[in-house]
């Protein structure tokens, strides 16, 4: 399969260059130059399949042609070694939960897939590889844990100064290892700059055997596609979803638009934001204004300018119709998601965490209006990750920590802090050499 740019179909690359490189030169994304469809076989028998053959029939599709069937397998079955429940609140009420990996969000499928399938391009390479990563609290890490102790690569983390929670803070800096982290006086969306930045700096890049952890990284979207045929598989036959996705960067949203494409039923999607509402704005009016990211309690999303967009547009050939046709856009307040977590407790003893509250509120509202309607909204961490909102609302000590996460609380932040310069964070990574 070659792959090409979203700004320029003749730039054309095989596998290995578009996950190393995650970035075309001309500043584009990365996209199969087909899309692949499951074959009448598999949607036959798909109530049947386990989490991990799914996750092997979609990386078959879209990688077989390119990695052995046997080191596919073993890329899957390292990456799917955890469950992703469905959980039913009330009728047609679902909650996809995504946070039983390592690091609590589900960007542990992403992360996990992605360093297995690197690690496999780069076999017998003697080449350090350098994963560069811009983090607005769970990417960074859930690609921390993927990658940490695997020989050959190192990873630089790059987070903004004060906008993730304590403990997403510890998962990024506490590791140690081959795990370097930069704390940012900016936003996310200068974090994602200063890494397109190197990256464009093609010389620099070439030297530094630079690859990206982002999602605009395509490793980390197919796996992501694995859990919407899981989730409803575990709904009764015959019941066709409607998709609810907190979103920042659309990472996940875009995978749910893979197995839309790969056969999966589907009824609608809902991209539900907080007060970040680019994407539902344009939804709504058919113009599309990036702007600077405003921070919230549901701080994985905020987002201002999603890196994944030109990827959705480029699924729906940039028509707005098309794509409205598929996706309805909702945008909520912090108080109305303060407001959803206490609901949620208070009716089904049910802890929902900041993103999956914004999720859950526009399932609601979908609901309202479409009132034979499945939803299906996918809770994407465990509150325990965000333990100063989920405790002003709940109450202290409401919300129990699991062991994985409560021995990083004990360990030590190292972090450099940088300002969110591009010359500063280059002459940084020289040094680092
Ligand atoms: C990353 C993240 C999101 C946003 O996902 P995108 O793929 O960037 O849209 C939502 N919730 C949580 C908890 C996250 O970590």
Redesign the pocket.
Known sequence: MLYHSTNNPAHRVDLKEAILRSLPPDNGLYMPDSLPVLDPAFWQFWHELTFPEIGIAVADAFFGEDVPPQALVDIVEGTVTFDAPLVTLGPGDHMLELFHGPTL???DFGARFMARLMAWLTRGEDRELTVLVAT????GGAVASAFHNVPGTRVIILYPQGKVSGLQEKQLTALGGNITALEIQGTFDDCQALVKSAFLDRDLAERLNLTSAN?INLARLVPQSFYYIHASRQLPEGVIPTFV?????????TAGLLALQLGLPVDHFIAATNRNDVVPEYLRTGQYIPRPGVPTI?N??D?GA?S?FVRMAALFGGSWEAMKSRITGMSFSDDQTRAAIRTVKALYQYEI?P?GAVGWLAAQKWRSTHPSSATITLE??HPA?FPDVMEAELGPNSIEVPERLAILAGREKVATLLPADPTVFRDWLTASL
């Open positions: 969000a589900f960007k607005s609290g769970d990417t999602s996705i907190p979103s920042g960067n659309f990472g996940n949203l549901s994985a999303m987002v999603p994944n965490d993103h994407t961490a990750k």
